[in-house]
């Protein structure tokens, strides 16, 4: 029989007075109102594509904002109730609340104006309230009576320890402060320990309570064993998973998961077989908590397999697909649920009000209950994106309904509450909860506000005709991809008010800045942003600020026509005003000393494995590395390996290679392709992000001196500032040589990388210097050794971006030559080589035996690239 000592929710203990309950009900009503308030932003923002980052707006909006004050206000609720407490000063209650929800309210106005300080103060005043709710958790077990409900309580203490944990693990993602190689595995760290901590085990520890509650049984007795040892297997669970995946450790990871689903397998479990008890009373409410207990099932079950067959550098964007099933399924789930049984009961005076209140909530509960699970199967299963973008209808529709039931609710229940504040107090005694709720709900009202990016009505395409100048407005659609804005000229009257909306449809991240005006973040692929220039009175350029992606063709003219001259221009060209530089080289002196403790770079290659089949493991670093590239001339390349050219590879057909790319690049994409590999492009070869990383595996099935190079456009530009490299992988039973040196030609373009100056000598093949292994003139300064009757084999690549390469050393002939997989020319044939002569990206090597001692020059034969760097010394001794 159901007791109502057993109902937590009902306070366990005698009625407090009616000022107490006024009170109580007053706090309870205008936290209510906030977490309503949070939720129907986080709607907002799912909904208006329009605002930058809407997706991780949406999701924090929902689970710091509505989520988080949810759990502060009734996992407080419930530790008195279940501890039979005391009830804690509530001034101090509403002040830690008024602390958890001003650090949302600064960690989400941080990270979207990107002020790391903003950002940082929020999540430090986050972790004092939540911090302090701690200590009032721990505070309120000593010296409480206790009872068979008390264990309960230790689940609101572990999940306060967890959203500490995340929110530290959340700074350092946000701000950048735990640098790029560690992203991968911190990503997803702070995904579980948020999700499965901060909100899982509440949920989990309530529902031992409020299940049955919400049933109308009692509870069974060995509940309370049975919560002790699910917070062991899912606390110590949660705690080993998120410290393997922060130490990139995978068996930690995956042990920690299956803890964790062990003990959700044995609250559900006992969950199962209390409804085979008795019929549920309360209907709408348990569903809502069965379905989201089963979400919660297949979340963690999914996230168990992700983790035991995904690499952890891939996981981080698996983990975080199921946000949105849980943040719905679970989470959104849970609240709708326990509002449903629980609003009535401390928001009524009776238990005729409380029926009211609770016939309210429930209507429709049927329909509601189902169209809300059918948008999280869409978004949980892996259909076209079309399909799976239209989960977010169902799940909106079905929680929209439910939170104008409870706004309804709050405005009933606030009337009657209103007036037995005013009988009983005569003023109200909240005005810090007051204020903090109005303070957070304006301030992310006026962040969305001021990116909904305003009336698109009465846009145009960029065809069409925008009317006649001043008074006239028009809305122009952008696209970024390609490498190219389209379109890429828009003609208005001018004083027309234009505005821009812009669609990143590109794998890599861009943003758009027009000049002298507004600018979107960087968007990701899907992201929308609208600009509003205002009235356009002369020619502007915009373009992506990328290093660069101006230069490669991201620019945008905006052309004004007057009225009095159509075809006349009142400002610029929109293209800077920069014209290509001169052909030629930048008058390098070559002759000219390096810089002290300079030294040569070795090209000499690491001897390959006597016998094919080696599996070669390779970590390649990609980033920016300020190298000296010619005599006293220092320059910024883009690196693999902090080389330009990048690491030689050296082995044998058959041969494996597993290369991981780490991207250590802030705030620049790239990628990587050898050429000796064959393997469909689409995931090896793809772009990534700063702080990410992938594997690259190929076999080498042919031999040959092979390329390889950034896969990321724009490819002239990443090739031309350094980020290349040569594979050699030996013919089959290829002789040993006395001498083995490795040469990778190529082209160096001096200026800031990515400037329009820079890139336009580039596509102009203006060059300031052609270079051996990636610096003018090295070898002839440092000469590579040989004896006199020695056998040298030099293997050599052309790079380019864009010039090939004739390759002679004077004082010799070639009886050896081999190019692209073939011999040319072997030892024993009666004619001999003197160049190898080799296209962009062609790979090939030559054999000469040096007569006698003596100073041999190798160089580029075509005499303008020898001149200008291509140059260097063989020193023959005796």
Known sequence: MYRKNDDPAAGGGPPPNRFKASGLRSRHLAAHLLITAWALLALLAAAAQEIPVARWLAIHLFLLGAATTAIVVWTEHFAVAMLHARLPDRRWSNARLAGVNAGVVGVLTGVWADLSILTGVGCALLITAIGAHLVVMVRMGRGALGGRLAPIADYYRAAAAA?????????????????????????????????????????????????????????????????????????????????????????????????????????????????????????????????????????????????????????ADDVGSLVPVLLVGLVAQVLIGALTYLLPIVLSTGPQERAALRAVLERGWVPRLVVLNLGVALLALPLPAPFAAAGLLPAGAGGAAFLAL????????????????????????????????????????????????????????????????????????????DMRVRPARIEVPKGTALRLKITNTDAQRHDLKVEDGPATPMLARGDTRELDLGPVTRNRAAWCTLPGHRAAGMTLDIVVNEDTAPGSNSGHDGHGGHTSAAAGTTGLDLSADFSPGWRAR??????????????????????????????????????????????????????????????????????????????????????????????????AEKAGAWLYHCSTAPMLQHMGNGMYGAVVIDPPGLAKADREYVLVSSALYLGTPGSPAQVAKMRQNTPDAWVFNGVANQYSKQP??????????????????????????????????YKEGAYLVKPGDPGGAQVLDLATAQGGFVETTFPEAGHYAFVDHDMRRAEAGAHGMVEVSK
């Open 406 to 481: 409870v706004v309804r609710v709050l405005l009933r229940s606030g009337r009657g509450l209103l007036q037995d504040t005013d009988q009983a107090a005569g003023t109200s005694r909240r005005p810090v909860l007051w204020g903090t709720a109005a303070g957070a709900v304006v301030t992310v009202l006026a962040v969305l506000v001021a990116n909904s990016g305003g009336d698109t009505s009465g846009g145009t395409s960029a065809a069409g005709t925008a009317g006649a100048g001043a008074g006239t407005s028009r809305t122009v659609a952008v696209t970024l991809a």
């Open 784 to 817: 590579l050794k040989v004896k006199a009757g020695e056998r040298a084999r030099f293997w050599v690549v052309a790079a380019g971006p864009s010039d090939g390469i004739a390759f002679h050393v004077v004082g010799t002939v070639f009886d050896t030559v």
């Open 163 to 315: 959203l500490v944990i995340g929110a530290v693990l959340g700074w350092l993602l946000a701000t950048g402060k735990a640098g790029p190689g560690h992203y991968t595995g911190l990503k997803p760290a702070h995904v579980h320990v948020t999700l499965l901590g901060w909100i899982g085990l509440p949920v989990l520890g309530t529902l031992f309570m409020l299940w049955p509650t919400v049933l109308g049984v009692r509870m069974a007795e060995h509940t309370t064993r049975l919560a002790r040892r699910v917070l062991v297997l899912t606390g110590g669970g949660l705690l080993t998973a998120v410290a393997g995946l922060s130490a990139g450790w995978r068996p930690a990871a995956v042990a920690g998961v299956a803890g964790y689903a062990a003990g959700v397998a044995i609250a559900v479990h006992l969950f199962a077989r209390t409804v085979r008890r008795r019929p549920a009373v309360s209907a709408a409410a348990a569903w809502m908590l069965a379905a989201a207990a089963g979400w919660l099932v297949v979340g963690v079950a999914v996230d168990l397999v992700l983790l035991a067959v995904r690499p952890l550098a891939e996981i």
């Open 602 to 699: 070795d090209a000499e290659p690491a001897p390959a494995p006597a016998a094919g089949g080696t599996v070669h493991k390779v970590e390649l670093h990609a980033a920016h590395t300020t190298v000296e590239v010619a005599p006293g001339v220092k320059q910024q390349m883009w690196t693999f390996g902090g080389t330009a050219p990048g690491p030689t590879l050296h082995g044998q057909v058959g041969d494996v290679f597993e290369i991981t790319l780490v991207n250590d690049d802030r705030g620049m994409g790239h990628g990587i392709d050898f050429h000796a590999g064959s393997l469909a492009p689409d995931r090896p070869m793809r772009t990534i992000q700063s702080g990410e990383r992938l594997v690259y595996r190929f076999r």
